[in-house]
């Protein structure tokens, strides 16, 4: 799967993911932050789900309907285990990701909220 993570991602991420097959793009090792919504447009562009901590990009495709390839949220997990968790993630719900929808993992629960029809 197709995957850019957020500059608030932990860099050791990357590699757990590449190791699991995924083609990922980390937004940390871009010489300049573009912003939000440019790392959204961007995502989008090239078909990548994006993984994030940052709860604006919810709010970037919910409430603005900014276009999207999916958003993968990690909230309040140690950054060792975010790369882990994304993968784990990817593997149960990518079909969820790919056709739009956000989904939201912490230590408890994993929220999906599938895309609106009409997307």
Same mark, same amino acid.
């Given at each position: 799967?197709?995957?850019?993570?957020?500059?608030?991602?932990?860099?050791?991420?990357?590699?757990? +993911?590449?190791?699991?097959?995924?083609? *990922?793009?980390?937004?940390?090792?871009?010489?300049?932050?573009?912003?939000?919504?440019?790392?959204?447009?961007?995502?989008?562009?090239?078909?990548?789900? +994006?993984?994030?901590?940052?709860?604006?990009?919810?709010?970037?495709?919910?409430?603005?309907?900014?276009?999207?390839?999916?958003?993968?949220?990690?909230?309040?997990?140690?950054?060792?285990?975010?790369?882990?968790?994304? *993968?784990?993630?990817?593997?149960?719900?990518?079909?969820?990701?790919?056709?739009?929808?956000?989904?939201?993992?912490?230590?408890?629960?994993?929220?999906?909220?599938?895309?609106?029809?009409?997307?």
């Amino acid at each position: 799967m197709k995957v850019l993570l957020d500059t608030c991602v932990w860099g050791g991420a990357v590699k757990e +993911l590449r190791s699991a097959g995924h083609d *990922v793009i980390w937004a940390g090792e871009w010489d300049v932050d573009p912003g939000d919504e440019e790392i959204l447009a961007r995502a989008h562009c090239e078909g990548r789900v +994006l993984i994030t901590l940052d709860k604006d990009f919810g709010e970037l495709a919910i409430v603005r309907r900014i276009p999207h390839s999916g958003i993968l949220r990690l909230v309040l997990l140690p950054a060792r285990q975010q790369g882990l968790v994304a *993968v784990r993630v990817l593997e149960r719900y990518g079909d969820e990701l790919i056709t739009g929808g956000i989904i939201t993992v912490d230590a408890q629960r994993i929220r999906i909220r599938p895309p609106h029809k009409g997307e």
